[in-house]
């Protein structure tokens, strides 16, 4: 079940190059949200953006009551929010969403994360940790000090294993020039991929190569966010069956269920 | 000191053409799935009316990606009517709302006259539905659509075809996208329409300067939210002098005062559409905000304020 809170606003800080976490206090909505979620927040009260703005979960620990959410200024709407005080209210909807396919015993799980895509992926290795599950984490970005989640992933003792564009940390390169040493990828069970579409299909490719089973999770633009709308349509790689909603069919899928954007 | 205003009984509902609702807050269509989507939020059965989803005759996939984008104080919208046919609508969503009491009007489209003539045929005296809305305004599919909606002569035949095929109340929703609305509102009156829908969406367009290229992969979409209430308000005025049916009234409202602008400028009842995006619970807060102006300004029958800003 989801629905509509107006939340407190714990934290609202800037933690990278156009890199936010905001912290939110929304025990109705906290205790029902699954990894790969997002919420659906308002941006003020404005008409002018008029539309919520979806919002991976980034973090919510367990019994707390707290929803993290990472978030980069990509316009009008996700600028607003920078704006937002600690002790405001925001408007938000949610969990919305199909979240990720969790194993049902421990396995040997990557995630590979690319710029703000990281954000779904933190949550996800909360629970996958909590589920006994070893996991690594591959995490691109521009340079070093876009790498935002790192240490909170190694406080949940996972693996983490950065690129970077400028080499300032980790390989230099993309994310996905780490497939390129076979250890990397040795006895993994499963892959979840969240990031630039590019970066996602060579994953999907690679992992369809390895036969690993994996899960995409998208971003589009919404307006409704509930499936009512139609307008976050995307292509499944069969043709003939149309299309999915992100928001309701997503926002994460089989990583070989639908076409990704190659650039 | 303030008087104090004795408590009125207010009455809200509307008779909108035959259809009867139980106040004239309206979700639209396409902005509200087929009110299932939306439950969680709202209570469905007390809003006004849903208007279903587009219906065809056939299953249609709809447009390819991107469908949507936002605009200043609105959005452009291309989805091209995907839908699963009027077969699934009445099998599978119908009954569930007419289970729940929720009060339905359909809505149909087709590509010719033969086939809004069957989708009327094939809705009639399936239990549930209070009136059915003809879609001749679709901006955002190559058949159909927007071309019955803006020739005269077709949209008095394509009124007159459908009605010929139900008994329920027959409702045009009218395209903003011509020269003189009124001719095109007189025309539906004389093919016998029931009531009038005003407005569809406003074509428009965005360009992404970065790929040098339209946004919409459609190129046009249909422009919605509060920065189409000016035209909407001015289109209903004008026709509301012209016509004796009623008129639902919609395009742009987020709450009560945009609502009660709409019927002061002759809409007997009002639909939200793209609000419903921002806030899923509005048609009910507009029905509580209609109440309290209702009080404030003692006006008990909303129908006494119905195009009282009209200046004949």
Known sequence: MSCL?????????????????????????????????????????????????????????AGSGRISLLYRIVGKGTGLLTGVKVNDYVDIMGPLGRGFALPDQPENILLIGGGVGIAPLLYLGRVLRERQCQVKVLCGAGTAGQLVAGDRFQGLGITFVPATMDGSAGVKGLVTDLFKSDDTLAGIDRVYTCGPEPMMAMVAQWAGAHNIWGEVSLEEHMACGVGACLGCARKLRNNDDGYVKVCKDGPVFNINEVELYKN | MEMIKKELALDLTVNLGGMRLNNPVTVASGTFGYGREYEEYIDIAGIGAVIVKGTTLEPRHGNPPPRIIETSAGMLNAIGLENPGVEVFINEYLPYLHAKNVTVIANIAGNTLEE??????????????????????????????????????????????????????????????VTDIVEIALAAQEGGADALSMINTLMGMAIDVRTRKPVLANIFGGLSGPAIKPVALRMIYQVYREVTIPILGGGGIMNATDALEFIMAGASAVSVGTGNFVNPQLANEIVFGLRTYMQENQVPNLNDIVGIAVQK
């Open chain 1, 5 to 61: 809170d107006k939340a407190m606003v714990l934290n609202n800080r800037q933690v990278g190059p156009e890199l936010f976490v905001m912290e939110l206090s929304s025990p109705a909505m906290a205790g029902k949200c699954r990894p790969g979620q997002f919420l659906h927040i308002k941006p003020g009260g404005t008409e002018d953006p008029l539309l919520r703005r979806p919002l991976s979960i980034y973090d919510v620990v």
């Open chain 2, 116 to 177: 809004y003539a069957a989708l009327a045929a094939r809705l009639e005296g399936c239990p549930g539905i209070a009136g059915i809305e003809l879609n001749i305004s679709c901006p955002n599919v190559k058949q159909g659509g927007l071309q019955f909606g803006t020739d005269p002569q077709m949209v008095k035949n394509v009124v007159q075809a459908v009605k010929a095929e139900t008994s329920l109340p027959v409702m045009p929703k009218l395209s903003p996208n």
